[in-house]
């Protein structure tokens, strides 16, 4: 029997797709407003269905923390990332090339190794994920076309947005106290910053609480010595894809440490980071590192959510 087009475009996964997009455009709605919003992860997680992935996805993002190497810089930290590109033109998220990251005090990020050059291992079977894809795609279609504060030496007149990807494991040992923010009250470097969570075990209940400052705040203050005025928000990641979202040229934010709730044993937070910024010009401290070209061993094409139906290729 053929299928007509249609038939199609009012299956039940057409109109999984339309309840999404209905719903991240409330979203987004709500971002444009208050410059920051926290999604829960079960609406996370229905989000993520209606943009084509299933419950073994899920699952498998739940676990996908567990080979993350050591991190270049922090002894407590294991990592992976990945460049991406939003490409409005073409329609698409493209993966990027391997390049080194560096953030700067002049990023507001003060911390012992700003301004150094750092090379992190590359993601790569995550990239394979509906649910990861689903959250980049979650990502361009909430951030684009936004009116924000903007960032020096960026190309905003660009179509195309950059997005670095980290896969974060935070790990608190009897010896070794775990910080997702060692570097105190900062931003990112970029225009938006989205942080989900994947997981976590061992640890207390009060962990990990993120704090959103004014950008009156001074950059590099610990987490509990700030200007109690210039704290505007606090959010805490608890659940599988419990998700923030934040401006971040308009609001600074800082972390609480991981806290183990048996001293004895290892504690461990898993995140995924997603930074987001236009792509820089000359002058830029990362101008040399921000390279448009696709990777050519690990590739990886989807569509942007568009407002209508659209098939993986």
């Known amino acids: 029997m053929t299928m007509r087009r249609?038939?199609?475009m009012d299956g039940p996964a057409a109109r999984a797709v339309r309840g999404a997009i209905t719903e991240m455009?409330?979203?987004?709605?709500?971002?444009?407003?208050?410059?920051?919003?926290?999604?829960?992860?079960?609406?996370?997680?229905?989000?993520?269905?209606?943009?084509?992935?299933?419950?073994?996805?899920?699952?498998?993002?739940?676990?996908?923390?567990t080979d993350l190497p050591d991190d270049p810089t922090?002894?407590?930290r294991k990592s992976r990332n990945g460049r991406f590109v939003f490409d409005n033109d073409a329609g698409r998220i493209d993966r990027l090339e391997f390049q080194p990251f560096v953030l700067s005090a002049d990023e507001d990020f003060v911390r012992y190794d700003s301004g150094r050059i750092?090379?992190?291992?590359?993601?790569?079977?995550?990239?394979?994920?509906?649910?990861?894809?689903?959250l980049l795609r979650f990502k361009a279609f909430v951030v684009d076309g936004l009116d924000i504060a903007r960032r020096p030496k960026l190309d905003y007149d660009s179509a195309n947005w950059i997005c670095t990807l980290f896969h974060l494991r935070t790990v608190t040992t009897p010896e070794l106290l775990g910080e997702p923010a060692l570097e105190g009250v900062h931003s990112d470097g970029v225009d938006h910053t989205m942080t989900t969570m994947l997981g976590a075990e061992n640890m207390t209940d009060g962990s990990a609480c993120t704090f959103i400052h004014d950008m009156g705040?001074?950059?590099?203050?610990?987490?509990?010595?700030?200007?109690?005025?210039?704290?505007?928000?606090?959010y805490q990641h608890r659940s599988f894809l419990d998700t923030l979202l934040v401006v971040d040229h308009e609001f600074k934010h800082s972390l609480s440490p991981v806290r183990a709730a048996d001293a004895a044993?290892?504690?461990t937070r898993d995140m995924l980071v997603f930074f987001t910024r236009k792509p820089t010009v000359p002058g830029h401290i990362s101008n040399r590192h921000d390279s448009l070209r696709r990777h050519e061993t690990l590739p990886l094409s989807v569509p942007l959510v568009r407002g209508a139906l659209q098939e993986e290729t």
């Open 6 to 8: 249609h038939d199609v």
């Open 25 to 65: 455009a409330e979203i987004r709605a709500e971002y444009a407003r208050n410059r920051s919003i926290f999604v829960e992860g079960e609406r996370m997680a229905r989000l993520l269905r209606g943009l084509g992935a299933c419950d073994a996805d899920l699952e498998a993002l739940q676990r996908a923390s």
């Open 74 to 76: 922090l002894p407590f």
């Open 118 to 134: 750092r090379k992190f291992a590359e993601i790569r079977d995550l990239q394979a994920n509906p649910a990861l894809r689903g």
């Open 217 to 234: 705040e001074t950059n590099a203050v610990a987490w509990d010595e700030v200007d109690p005025k210039l704290r505007v928000g606090r």
């Open 265 to 267: 044993r290892v504690a």
